[in-house]
């Protein structure tokens, strides 16, 4: 198993920024894809960003493009959402997402969420 804990979450204004961080543990499996996905109140999860790997394949939503960055730390095992000049319909639960194992048996993985409210 692989074990994710989000932080980072919080409460701004418009314009502000914020940084969403993702810890992978446990089993060791390799981690292959990271991803953000975000659930706003009445509309379906959607994705907000991903990243291989060898983070060399990057991919947004198009609502965040230019404006939020993803990136992966492989020393802390950690991946990172910047988030910046945020709006008020960016807000939502943030969730970590990451495909691990190695193939046939690879498994995707979820945090818990960390919410994210963009208001003033």
């Known amino acids: 198993q692989v074990q994710l804990v989000e932080s980072g979450g919080g409460l701004v204004q418009p314009g502000g920024s914020l940084r969403l961080s993702c810890a992978a543990s446990?089993?060791?499996?390799?981690?292959?894809?990271w991803g953000w996905y975000r659930q706003a109140p009445g509309v379906q999860r959607e994705l907000v960003a991903d990243?291989?790997?060898?983070?060399?394949?990057?991919r947004y939503g198009d609502s965040v493009k230019g404006r939020f960055t993803i990136s992966r730390d492989n020393t802390k095992n950690t991946v990172y959402l910047q988030m910046n000049s945020l709006k008020a319909e960016d807000t939502g639960v943030y969730y970590c997402?990451?495909?691990?194992?190695?193939?046939?048996?690879?498994?995707?993985?979820w945090g818990q969420g960390t919410q994210v409210t963009v208001s003033s």
């Open positions: 990243i291989s790997s060898d983070g060399y394949s990057t």
């Open positions: 446990g089993s060791g499996s390799k981690i292959n894809i």
């Open positions: 997402n990451v495909d691990a194992g190695i193939p046939p048996y690879e498994y995707t993985y």
